[in-house]
């Protein structure tokens, strides 16, 4: 397989990963600061920019690792 493919798939994992990641850790904060606050679990509006921006980083990734792959080990 070539390499920057091989590159481009570990970062789609990687930021598929991350997103992920980033998603629990935040609605696992929604949910505590509901408790507290007598509220149903809501992501408030920097958790969501947060997510957006952990997603359109994701997208970028599998290109820079791609690329990176292609100019270290190609």
Do not use: C, N, Q
Not at 11 to 34: C, P
Not at 40 to 67: H, N, S, Y
Request: no cysteine; proline share 3%.
């Amino acid at each position: 397989m070539d390499e920057a493919i091989k590159g481009a798939i570990l970062g789609g994992v990687i930021g598929a990963a991350l997103v992920a990641l980033e998603y629990m850790m935040l609605s696992k904060d929604a949910k505590e600061r509901a408790v507290k606050l007598h509220r149903k679990p809501e992501l408030d509006e920097v958790a969501r920019l947060r997510i957006k921006t952990m997603t359109r980083f994701a997208f970028v990734l599998p290109l820079l690792f791609g690329a990176g792959f292609w100019l270290i080990w190609g």
